[in-house]
């Protein structure tokens, strides 16, 4: 197999890796069996944006990098810091704007970290409620 046959395959994974977390960053919440995942998924995206933000820029994500590092090997340059304003761009054609996508996208995890905190909290104080015992399967949301 060549380099770039290699290369292709990595940007496909990156896409759908990446493509599954966010989907799983922004809807984990809602099931009450993905939700202590789904706090820990959204807590370590947050983490890296703004913890190894300060060193790597604002919004900084792992998965970006390799992935764009990835691209450049595939020769792609004047890559976005963002994700998934590069996939908005491609997929519509438009131009999106930076600003406009980060925003959306940052409030929309604070919006799903909120919902994991609430619901992660009411499910524990119902199970300490129920004392420790696991609700039934029809109570599963």
């Known amino acids: ?14 896409v759908v890796v990446h ?5 799983f960053n ?4 809602a099931w009450r069996r993905t939700r202590r995942l789904h706090l820990i998924a959204i807590s370590a995206t947050l983490l890296s944006w703004f913890g190894l933000g300060l060193k790597y820029g604002w919004g900084y994500c792992p998965l970006t990098d390799w992935h764009w590092d990835v691209k450049r090997a ?6 976005p810091a963002s994700w998934l304003k590069y996939y908005l761009d491609l997929v ?21 970290l909120a919902l994991s905190v609430v619901l992660n909290l009411r499910d524990a104080r119902a199970r300490w409620r129920d004392g ?7 109570d599963q949301a």
């Open 1 to 14: 197999m060549t380099d770039l046959a290699i290369y292709r395959m990595l940007d496909v994974l990156f």
């Open 19 to 23: 493509t599954l977390l966010v989907g």
């Open 26 to 29: 922004m809807l984990g919440w």
């Open 74 to 79: 595939l020769g792609e340059t004047g890559l």
């Open 92 to 112: 519509t054609g438009l131009d999106w704007s930076a600003a406009l996508v980060d925003g959306l996208v940052i409030g929309s995890a604070l919006a799903a």
């Open 132 to 138: 420790g015992r696991p609700r039934s399967w029809k």
